[in-house]
């Protein structure tokens, strides 16, 4: 089992950064893949973005390409998420996902999940 705890969700302004944060106690995250992924309101629950367990590679939904950076530190054990260029429409509660064999999109895929942390994006 991996207990996985998010934090650093908040109320920002459009154009802000965050940085949100991923920890577990269970297991390295060197030995997992992990994910982020966030739902909406009356959405369903979207892939945001992943990290191997492998030379850290990273993939990346289109939506958010180029303004948010997954990344960790094994050290501290913590999996990071850094949102830059909020927009409204990035609103949502945020979830850190974590697989023994897999990194990627396929939400089926992760066996462990958190609580969530919101991050609101409004004027």
């Known amino acids: 089992q991996v207990q996985l705890v998010e934090s650093g969700g908040r109320l920002v302004q459009p154009g802000d950064s965050l940085r949100i944060s991923c920890t577990t106690s269970?297991?390295?995250?060197?030995?997992?893949?992990m994910g982020w992924f966030r739902q909406a309101p009356g959405k369903e629950r979207d892939f945001v973005a992943a990290?191997?367990?492998?030379?850290?590679?990273?993939h990346y939904s289109d939506s958010v390409r180029n303004r948010f950076f997954i990344s960790k530190d094994n050290a501290e054990n913590t999996l990071y998420l850094q949102m830059n260029s909020l927009e409204p429409e990035d609103t949502a509660v945020y979830y850190c996902?974590?697989?023994?064999?897999?990194?990627?999109?396929?939400?089926?895929?992760?066996?462990?999940w958190g609580e969530g942390t919101q991050v609101t994006v409004s004027p």
């Open positions: 996902a974590a697989s023994s064999a897999y990194f990627g999109e396929d939400i089926s895929a992760y066996e462990y």
């Open positions: 269970d297991r390295p995250l060197s030995s997992l893949g």
């Open positions: 990290i191997g367990w492998i030379k850290d590679k990273t």
